[in-house]
């Protein structure tokens, strides 16, 4: 634990370069490599065949203090949740479809992102928390490189399903405090039956691996709040599709058995998924056991203290 530190974008605003990366990441929305989807679409003249349907400006489905996320993330005063419409994956199990797939919410300016910003950061959240983020990097850049203007001073942190490009995570490095990244799949043929996504697995834990590289295991504060470095979730799916064992050994041999782990268990066959046999129940508790108990045999121990105590009392 530390007693404080500094968001990570501070510096960099200071020498200007939050600026610059929020003009270099506008740039490449012509010709889009903001997610791992790779789209090469002009999302600066037209949504048409962008995955995102995300244009210029980013929409914002909601904002506010939640309560429902890992300790570290939430403390005592919540976390600073916005949550961005549309997503880059395609999950057929999606809990939140209306936002993700039907795009609910307000297209904002980036004044008006860093307004959310900072309106959260008042009603005294402990960091501003990016859901769905992959799609508008460069929209949550130039907001904010607005918002550190006007007094913001909390963690960013980057809630996101794991589908991020090498070229947007360069374009975060040294901005994103906290990275909170799915890993959803160990198998590339499963992400693409249930998340409609291509080569999942090795563009995932590249990223996961970069993530970690720029910000190092999870950090916490005096108050066992984080400040800095990787959180990552794995959500336990029916019939071994979600590869647990196989994602735990990834993490254990080339990530850290350090990294603070969030196993899921709350899956529940919800939008499309009921349509899927192999989706259509929760996991059984012996699966659940079998997640921790392989992360208790690979040595990955700072898991959340939320979930799992249960399933091995």
Same mark, same amino acid.
């Given at each position: ?139 949550? $850049?130039? /907001?904010?490189?607005? +918002? =550190? !203007? &006007?007094?913001?001073?909390?963690? %960013?942190?980057?809630? @996101? #399903? ?125 699966? $659940?056991? /079998?997640?921790?108990? +392989? =992360? !208790? &045999?690979?040595?990955?121990?700072? %898991?959340?203290?939320? @979930? #799992? ?5």
């Amino acid at each position: 634990m530390i007693e404080d530190r500094s968001p990570r974008y501070l510096s960099l605003h200071a020498a200007g370069g939050l600026v610059e990366r929020a003009r270099a990441a506008v740039a490449r929305m012509s010709n889009c490599d903001l997610c791992a989807r790779y789209c090469r679409v002009d999302r600066l003249a037209s949504v048409a065949g962008a995955a995102c349907r995300t244009g210029r400006r980013a929409v914002v489905a909601s904002a506010g203090a939640h309560f429902g996320e890992e300790r570290p993330i939430t403390g005592s005063r919540g976390s600073g949740t916005v949550f961005f419409a549309w997503c880059n994956l395609r999950c057929i199990y999606c809990q939140n479809w209306e936002i993700s797939w039907q795009g609910e919410g307000r297209e904002v300016s980036a004044e008006e992102l860093a307004d959310i910003m900072l309106s959260l950061q008042r009603q005294g959240c402990h960091n501003v928390n990016l859901v769905s983020p992959s799609h508008v990097v460069a929209q949550i $850049l130039e /907001a904010l490189a607005i +918002a =550190a !203007d &006007r007094g913001l001073r909390i963690p %960013l942190v980057y809630n @996101t #399903g794991g589908f991020d490009s090498p070229e947007a995570l360069a374009l975060l490095d040294g901005v994103i405090d906290i990275y909170m990244p799915d890993i959803k799949y160990a198998d590339p043929d499963v992400a693409r039956k249930h998340s409609k996504v291509h080569d999942y697995v090795r563009l995932n834990r590249a990223a996961v691996v970069e993530m970690h590289r720029q910000v190092g295991d999870l950090v916490l504060d005096s108050q066992g709040i984080a400040v800095q470095g990787l959180l990552v979730r794995h959500l336990v799916l029916p019939n071994g599709l979600a590869g647990t064992t196989e994602t735990l050994q990834f993490l254990a041999e080339h990530v850290s058995r350090e990294t603070y782990l969030n196993i899921m268990d709350q899956y529940r066959p919800g939008y499309r998924a009921a349509a899927h046999a192999e989706l259509a129940r929760r996991p059984t508790r012996a699966e $659940l056991t /079998a997640a921790f108990e +392989a =992360a !208790d &045999r690979l040595g990955l121990r700072r %898991l959340d203290d939320r @979930t #799992g105590s249960w399933l091995l009392a």
